[in-house]
């Protein structure tokens, strides 16, 4: 099935380890996408890739970081994670016609303790 | 910058009913698209409804249509016959027509959370 895979679905994770949180599609959509999602926040923009090689910050990407080696694959990492960072993570991706919409994954539910 | 406000975190509606969820967005564009999502309780992202900013009509998707007023900056989501299964949180999202850098991104706004009464 067509879509967004991201691993893991969720983790606990201890203050200062470093973390990567996978996101792979399928579709051979140009353009990826982190977002965070926390309660009263809504959804906001870590970092974005709109092709592959390139990289862009966006609204939230202190601690953040990201690579995009081929078109297919969006890593993000935590370098030394804080209590701060506890969030669900949404990885999404669009192709580059002017009307696609979004498409997410299902989200990793990320605890920093 | 664009921004997206969704000023009332809860709504409740009874089964069968309808009901108007509202967004309000601002920005200086003119060519753009708007987006409602819907998030259940399994956090699944669901594609609830989009408008092109340069269609006059209003779209519709069965039971879920919109009220788009441009020149107010407006796009409210109504839902009729609401059903149980109607129950999640509803995002409003905005995105610029334009691509590159990060203009292909979505701002969201912070959602509310729609309860239906059986």
């Known amino acids: 099935i067509a879509g967004i895979t991201q691993a893991p679905t969720s983790q606990i994770l201890a203050a200062g380890r470093r973390m990567t949180l996978r996101c792979t599609q399928d579709?051979?959509?140009?353009?990826m996408y982190w977002y965070r999602q926390d309660l009263g926040l809504g959804l906001r923009l870590i970092h974005y890739?709109?092709?592959?090689?390139?990289?862009g910050k966006g609204e939230v990407p202190d601690g953040y970081s990201v690579s995009r080696a081929n078109t297919d694959d969006f890593p993000l990492t935590l370098a030394s994670a804080v209590p701060s960072q506890t969030s669900v993570y949404f990885c999404?991706?669009?192709?580059?016609?002017?009307?696609?919409?979004?498409?997410f994954g299902n989200g990793t539910r990320l605890t920093v303790t | 910058a664009q921004t997206v406000t969704q000023s009332q975190p809860e709504m409740s509606v009874q089964e069968a009913e309808t009901v108007t969820l509202s967004c309000t967005y601002d920005?200086?564009?003119?060519?753009?698209?708007l987006f409602w999502y819907k998030q259940p309780p399994s956090r699944q992202m669901i594609l609830v409804i989009r408008?092109?900013?340069?269609?006059?009509q209003n779209a519709t998707e069965n039971r879920f249509s919109v009220n788009f007023q441009k020149a107010a900056k407006s796009f409210s989501l109504k839902i009729s016959d609401s059903q149980l299964g109607d129950a999640a949180m509803y995002f409003c999202?905005?995105?610029?027509?334009?691509?590159?850098?990060?203009?292909?991104?979505?701002?969201f706004g912070k959602g509310i959370t729609l309860s239906v009464r059986p």
């Open positions: 408008q092109e900013a340069y269609k006059q």
């Open positions: 920005t200086s564009e003119s060519d753009y698209y």
């Open positions: 999202a905005y995105r610029s027509a334009a691509w590159g850098g990060a203009n292909s991104k979505l701002t």
């Open positions: 579709m051979r959509h140009n353009a």
């Open positions: 890739s709109n092709t592959a090689g390139t990289t």
């Open positions: 999404a991706s669009r192709d580059s016609s002017r009307n696609s919409p979004l498409h």
